[in-house]
């Protein structure tokens, strides 16, 4: 079934054109996901499409009835709101049904009011559906919903967000770079609630691993076209690779072909006949063949660092806190020549402080950093860069160096540099601010790397970078000789690049871990198996035969039990509810000895079922706690 049909929307900005005549439809259950370098117009198609921009022609045209929601990269809230009031604005029926029925509990003398809200809650299935979206919250890490918003960070803006994107449950959902600001365990969650869910996606995404477990297509929009692949991310790079040498070969055809057909129209005297002219006009569309090339570079570069001596980097019994929030406990490290590390953990365990600590932008509680006499940092952080007003692209990287030496007397400079992570000579020339963020942060790493580092520290650099850009940072970072610590949500880029990790669990705990991050995860993954199993033969062991009734009592929940807990819940409400009815009846007086004596075996059949359940209900919750 289609929900989304674009015809042939062009869109562009002064006299920069982003795209023209683009067509592609969207079916029910597809996950699509839309990979193009940065500047060329990604988040204004997801803009389009979510109704948030118009094309400058063509058009979208929408399933009648259908709900779409759309995941910004930088979300509008209110900031006035709460959490929870941010998320019941929402404009989510169900959870105007919800909050109904909560407001009915709190008025208990509004017995129309109540029955109405109860009447709903069951006709939308509200009771699971809250069960739902308080585990969503849960998973985000929004535990505190009276929070106000303009008290959170950017990321937890993202995060309510991407809640609320998820509770809406729309017909088609729109994200971009949804995995920002998440970290690897939110992430996994996510990958697996949208592999579960039937639900229908087009996002914009840097994440390869999200894409290789979540997209069945994949659209590349590459030098104003756009290529479908029906696959996940692997089948993409299969296909591209294929098209790619398809293209190569096509291009040497007609490369040849203009050779002939130029020395024919070299030879060819003033008087031509109709057939002639024809040939000629040909020659025109050959040429344009001949003449396209690809702007993509391979980046293979000897770079000649300055010289690294003996003493590298060494921490030395570090200690870091901040009030109820230690951050390093006598944390000793010495660094070798070029050693590749990668740093992980949950958001606020610290890993942007140890960084701002190695570089001196901040100072430790205790303990001391001792860097090499030889050491050059080149620390890009997640602040982004700075710019005077009406600077150019090629005039920002220049007031950091003109070029990198390499091995045999040869240097790249500033602008071969820039050609290398995609800028282009006329857009070395535009200005900064007209510049996408993704080009921003991709300009911002040239400033970082023309200063020529021997040692470089990236916190979450590819953020806000294309797949492309991406493939070429980690050519680079593959080249490079010096040492290297890496900070990233990003597992693909993590397990090219880096030899072993560093993992912040939090609570000043950090594990040095050798292996990348693939590796970790199946160490945890096993680890947390052979956990269990050792704990079920302990509790088998200690546990008599004889007792195998009183064990399992202690046991969790079981699945049938955790429905029977639920449904418990539900059946109490119920009940309360009819009890209030034939109380209300009583109260009215206008009933016969007959209806007062019926109503009567009715009330104490309803209290007698209340009694049964609610003693089920807290035997069940007891197991739950225990």
């Not at 602040?383 to 030496?405: A, L, N, S």
């Amino acid at each position: 079934m289609n929900l989304l049909t674009v015809e042939n929307i062009s869109k562009s900005f002064g006299e920069r054109m982003l795209f023209e005549q683009l067509s592609f439809g969207i079916n029910k259950d597809q996950k699509i996901a839309l990979i193009a370098k940065n500047g060329t117009g990604k988040t204004s198609i997801l803009n389009i499409l979510s109704g948030a921009d118009a094309p400058d022609s063509g058009k979208v045209n929408y399933r009648k009835g259908i709900r779409t929601s759309f995941l910004e990269q930088e979300p509008n809230l209110d900031p006035k709101l709460t959490i929870e009031e941010t998320i019941f604005a929402s404009g989510n029926e169900v959870l105007t049904v919800i909050a109904r029925y909560e407001a009915a509990l709190e008025n208990p003398e509004d017995q129309d009011a109540y029955q109405n809200a109860f009447e709903d809650m069951e006709r939308f299935g509200a009771w699971d559906f809250e069960t739902q979206y308080k585990q969503i919250l849960s998973k985000l890490k929004l535990d505190d919903l009276s929070v106000q918003v303009g008290l959170l960070s950017g990321g937890q803006k993202k995060r309510i967000a991407l809640a609320n994107a998820l509770i809406n449950r729309p017909d088609l959902l729109i994200l971009d770079e949804p995995t920002n600001h998440l970290d690897l365990e939110m992430i996994e969650w996510l990958e697996h609630y949208f592999a579960k869910e039937n639900m229908t996606l087009f996002m914009v995404t840097h994440d390869r691993y999200f894409l290789e477990r979540v997209c069945n297509e994949i659209i590349e929009l590459d030098n104003g076209t756009l290529y479908p692949y029906k696959g996940n991310y692997s089948y993409y790079l299969e296909k591209k690779e294929a098209r790619m040498e398809q293209e190569a070969t096509e291009l040497h055809k007609s490369k040849q072909l203009f050779k002939k057909e130029l020395a024919w129209m070299r030879r060819q005297p003033k008087a031509r006949t109709t057939k002639s002219k024809s040939r000629i006009d040909d020659f025109q569309t050959i040429k344009e063949k001949a003449g396209k090339r690809r702007n993509e570079h391979e980046v293979q570069l000897e770079i000649n660092m300055e010289r690294v001596g003996s003493k590298i980097l060494e921490l030395h019994k570090l200690v870091k806190s901040y009030p109820e929030k230690p951050i390093l406990d006598k944390f000793d490290y010495t660094f070798n020549k070029g050693e590749r590390v990668g740093i992980i953990g949950k958001n606020g365990t610290g890993k942007s402080t140890f960084l701002n600590i190695i570089t001196g932008t901040d100072r430790p509680d205790n303990g001391k950093v001792v860097v090499g006499d030889t050491i050059k940092f080149g620390y890009y952080t997640q602040k982004g860069i700075v710019v005077k007003e009406g600077q150019k692209v090629i005039d920002v990287v220049r007031e950091f160096g003109d070029f990198i030496p390499l091995m045999k007397g040869r240097q790249i400079s500033a602008q071969q540099l820039l050609e290398r992570f995609l800028f282009d000579r006329k857009k070395q020339y535009d200005f900064v601010d007209k510049l996408s963020g993704g080009e921003r942060k991709r300009l911002y790493l040239c400033t970082v790397l023309i200063q020529n580092p021997n040692f470089l520290i990236l916190d979450e650099p590819t953020n806000d970078l294309d797949i492309v850009t991406l493939n070429v940072l980690e050519s680079f970072l593959l080249d490079f000789p010096g040492c290297l610590i890496v900070v990233s949500h990003d597992r693909y880029f993590m397990d090219k690049i880096v030899d072993h990790l560093f993992v912040f669990r939090g609570n000043a705990v950090i594990e040095d871990f050798p292996g990348n991050y693939s590796d970790f995860r199946s160490y945890e993954d096993s680890a947390i198996i052979e956990g269990r199993i050792e704990k079920e033969k302990q509790q088998e062991s200690r546990a008599p035969k004889k007792n195998w009734k009183e064990n399992s009592t202690k046991s969790k929940l079981s699945y049938a039990e955790q429905k029977e807990h639920k449904q418990l819940e539900k059946d109490i409400q119920k009940l309360e509810f009819k009890k209030g009815e034939i109380e209300q009846q009583f109260v009215s007086g206008d009933l016969s000895p007959e209806d007062i004596a019926e109503l009567s075996k009715a009330l104490k059949a309803i209290t007698d079922g209340i009694e049964t359940k609610t003693e089920r209900w807290f035997e069940l919750s007891a197991i739950m706690e225990g």
